[in-house]
């Protein structure tokens, strides 16, 4: 057993969480927006035991390291960040976190836009529920491990991801309205199946990239017209009074958050995929976190019989595109769009490559 090669000891506990694929809304939720995300069937898992010295020891299975941490010391901007940044919340809260080893094995892919960092979290979060039996419901865990997000990885982000990794399972979509935490499952259209493909660009979301900038872009656009939120904004009309870029990037959130609204209404696959395709326009045009290599890998999904509709999926600035295909076609698929996509110059890998959905 690998946690007991490492640290001598059994473990005392073992919990998991999923990471997402979000199919509609994107960069709406940190716009107290609408989301509509499904976990993955890949997953991180941690164990958990107790530490026979005053140190933390957390040892990653990816990157065959260990590091040793005191409560005291400087949080270190990798992987553990987010580990410490949940036992510094815990501890905010009044539930003191004894000296642990935890041991992390995961398969969700890192930098593609499928939540790496929150399936982290609520893993963590979840074993230390487990272990020091704390009286946390899931969507509590879902705002602590948003908050180690923002306050120790640097990431000004959303609720989304770890809602999802929290309360999400591969079954259904999980419509979330993001200012009042209500979710509710939603059905996958019928007769589909999802398609996830890796671009090869490994976005990095943390600070200095676009995307904090991007959310404050959205607050000053919300400032300017006189709400608490975009999401208070339902006709796209009303962004044209702002400057530019903050229409552009107002008007993505708010058509964004109406084709979610529209999705969730039952619809069939050849809709759902044209909202799907409209947000990749718009996630491209207007709101600017589409790159040359996600770009083209869209479009040739958007082409191949088959494909109801493809998009980035995630926060952007590379990561992966997530396709909503017919039943049975996503290995043909999947195939010939990494044909095309190799022909075209790049080199992109199937993430998900046919993830069954109760239709
Ligand atoms: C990242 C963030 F973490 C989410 O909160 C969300 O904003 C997403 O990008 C874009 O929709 O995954």
Same mark, same amino acid.
């Given at each position: 057993? &690998?946690?007991?090669?490492?640290?001598?000891?059994?473990?005392?506990?073992?919990?998991?969480?999923?990471?997402? *694929?979000?199919?509609?809304?994107?960069? %709406?939720?940190?716009?107290?927006?609408?989301?509509?995300?499904?976990a993955?069937?890949?997953?991180?898992?941690?164990?958990?035991?107790?530490?026979?010295?005053?140190?933390?020891?957390? /040892?990653?299975?990816?990157?065959?390291?260990?590091?040793?941490?005191?409560d005291?010391?400087?949080?270190?901007?990798?992987?553990?960040?987010?580990?410490c940044?949940?036992?510094?919340?815990?501890?905010?809260?009044? /539930?003191?976190?004894?000296?642990?080893?935890?041991?992390i %094995?995961?398969?969700?892919?890192?930098?593609?836009?499928?939540?790496?960092?929150?399936?982290?979290?609520?893993? %963590?979060?979840?074993?230390?529920?487990?272990?020091?039996?704390?009286p946390?419901?899931?969507?509590?865990?879902? &705002?602590?491990g &948003?908050?180690?997000?923002? &306050?120790?990885?640097?990431?000004?982000?959303?609720?989304?991801?770890?809602?999802?990794?929290?309360?999400?399972?591969?079954?259904?979509?999980?419509?979330?309205?993001?200012?009042?935490?209500?979710?509710?499952?939603?059905?996958?259209?019928?007769?589909?199946?999802?398609?996830?493909?890796?671009?090869?660009?490994?976005?990095?979301?943390?600070?200095?990239?676009?995307?904090?900038?991007?959310?404050?872009?959205?607050?000053?656009?919300?400032?300017?017209?006189? *709400?608490?939120?975009?999401?208070?904004?339902?006709?796209?009309?009303?962004?044209?009074?702002?400057?530019?870029?903050?229409?552009?990037?107002?008007r993505?959130?708010?058509?964004?958050?109406?084709?979610?609204?529209?999705? *969730?209404?039952?619809?069939?696959?050849?809709?759902?995929?044209?909202?799907?395709?409209?947000?990749?326009?718009?996630?491209?045009?207007?709101?600017?976190?589409?790159?040359?290599?996600?770009?083209?890998?869209?479009?040739?999904?958007?082409?191949?019989?088959?494909?109801?509709?493809?998009?980035?999926?995630?926060?952007?600035?590379?990561?992966?595109?997530?396709?909503?295909?017919?039943?049975?076609?996503?290995?043909?698929?999947?195939?010939?769009?990494i044909?095309?996509?190799?022909?075209?110059?790049?080199?992109?890998?199937?993430?998900?490559?046919?993830?069954?959905?109760?239709?």
């Amino acid at each position: 057993m &690998q946690f007991q090669r490492v640290f001598g000891t059994l473990p005392h506990t073992t919990a998991s969480a999923p990471g997402r *694929v979000n199919l509609l809304g994107e960069h %709406t939720d940190y716009n107290d927006g609408f989301v509509l995300p499904t976990a993955i069937p890949q997953c991180t898992t941690v164990e958990i035991g107790f530490s026979s010295d005053a140190l933390h020891h957390f /040892y990653s299975a990816e990157y065959d390291e260990l590091i040793n941490y005191s409560d005291d010391d400087t949080i270190p901007q990798n992987f553990v960040s987010y580990i410490c940044g949940c036992l510094r919340l815990l501890e905010k809260e009044g /539930y003191k976190v004894p000296p642990i080893n935890l041991y992390i %094995t995961s398969n969700v892919p890192i930098g593609a836009g499928l939540s790496s960092s929150a399936a982290l979290e609520i893993a %963590t979060l979840r074993g230390l529920r487990a272990l020091l039996n704390l009286p946390l419901d899931d969507v509590r865990l879902a &705002q602590i491990g &948003q908050q180690a997000e923002i &306050q120790y990885a640097g990431l000004n982000c959303g609720i989304m991801d770890q809602m999802a990794s929290s309360l999400a399972d591969t079954n259904t979509m999980l419509f979330i309205d993001t200012r009042s935490l209500e979710c509710r499952p939603v059905p996958f259209p019928a007769g589909t199946e999802i398609l996830i493909i890796d671009s090869g660009e490994s976005h990095k979301l943390a600070a200095g990239s676009g995307y904090n900038e991007r959310r404050a872009e959205c607050e000053e656009s919300a400032r300017i017209l006189g *709400v608490k939120a975009l999401r208070d904004i339902a006709d796209p009309q009303a962004v044209e009074v702002l400057p530019e870029p903050l229409k552009r990037r107002s008007r993505h959130v708010v058509t964004e958050n109406n084709r979610v609204l529209e999705a *969730v209404k039952s619809l069939p696959a050849e809709r759902f995929g044209e909202l799907m395709n409209a947000s990749h326009a718009s996630q491209r045009d207007d709101y600017e976190v589409s790159v040359a290599a996600v770009d083209a890998l869209a479009a040739i999904l958007q082409s191949i019989p088959g494909v109801f509709g493809a998009r980035l999926t995630g926060g952007g600035f590379g990561g992966a595109c997530v396709a909503l295909v017919e039943s049975g076609k996503a290995g043909v698929i999947a195939s010939e769009a990494i044909d095309r996509y190799q022909r075209a110059g790049y080199k992109g890998r199937v993430l998900v490559p046919d993830m069954k959905v109760n239709s």
